[in-house]
């Protein structure tokens, strides 16, 4: 007898891309996949095939781990690796900026 396998439900992944690749400013069209294949997954979460799925969670740099393990802290969330990728384009005065306004961001959290 065939095991039951629960199909896993991509609406979360789909919903990620579309974020990543919006917050990039990139439509569709600009992506190496099919606008219409890509649409799928991202609005009706469309398995996508192993090799698309890599090249997604690579260019948008999504931290896979917050769906295949929910319950379990990511060592990086996906907004940490796209910050680490806008972080790397940075000149030294930009990440001074960056760093103090994160200190002052830490500073106010910690009043509250």
């Known amino acids: 007898m065939k095991r039951a396998v629960i199909p896993y439900d991509f609406n979360a992944f789909g919903q990620a891309i579309k974020a990543a690749r919006m917050a990039k400013g990139e439509s569709r069209k600009n992506v190496s996949v099919s606008p219409r294949y890509l649409a799928n997954i991202e609005n009706k979460g469309q398995q ?3 090799q698309i ?3 997604l ?3 948008y740099h999504i931290s896979v781990d917050q ?7 990511a060592d990086k969330t996906t907004r940490r690796r796209q910050l680490d990728t806008l972080l ?5 005065g ?3 900026i960056v760093t103090e306004t994160a200190k002052a961001v830490i ?3 910690k009043q509250k």
């Not at 769906?67 to 802290?73: A, D, L, Q, V, Y």
Request: hydrophobic fraction near 30%; charge should be negative; aromatic fraction near 18%.
């Open 94 to 96: 930009g990440l001074h």
């Open 67 to 73: 769906f295949f393990f929910p319950n379990e802290t």
């Open 57 to 59: 969670v690579t260019r």
């Open 53 to 55: 799925f890599y090249e």
């Open 107 to 109: 500073d106010t959290e």
């Open 48 to 50: 996508p095939s192993l």
């Open 88 to 92: 790397d384009d940075l000149s030294e």
